[in-house]
């Protein structure tokens, strides 16, 4: 499985980007990390094999992830964007059906798209 995260770039707070990740063929886990300077990556998205979701406290109601079914491509559509959302955002598939928490339960990653809010 290879990933290329897309759609990055830089706005201004309360602006909008949506990254884009195509996952050609793959139907498990799907997850958007992000990692900021100095700081440990975390999940900020997730889709389980079954299409439910889960969102960190701190990007419910702004972030949603979704899958187009037709393209095969995943999507973090971001919202109300402020300036600690500034990362590199990161696409990555688990070999489980539900997504772990934690970076060390993802097999595949993409190298990343970074997002500068401010």
């Known amino acids: 499985v290879q990933l290329v995260e897309s759609g990055g770039g830089s706005v201004q707070a309360g602006g909008s980007l949506r990254l884009s990740c195509p996952v050609r063929?793959?139907?498990?886990?799907m997850a958007w990390f992000r990692q900021a300077p100095g700081k440990e990556r975390e999940r900020v998205a997730a889709?389980?094999?079954?299409?439910?979701?889960n969102y960190a406290a701190s990007v419910q109601g702004r972030f949603t992830i979704s899958k187009d079914g037709a393209s095969d491509t995943l999507y973090l559509q971001m919202n109300s964007l402020k300036a600690e959302d500034t990362a590199m955002y990161y696409c990555?598939?688990?070999?489980?059906?539900?997504?772990?928490?934690?970076?060390?339960?993802?097999?595949?990653w993409g190298r990343g798209t970074q997002v500068t809010v401010s």
């Open positions: 063929g793959y139907i498990g886990c």
């Open positions: 889709r389980d094999y079954d299409g439910v979701t």
């Open positions: 990555a598939v688990s070999l489980e059906y539900r997504c772990p928490l934690w970076t060390r339960g993802y097999k595949y």
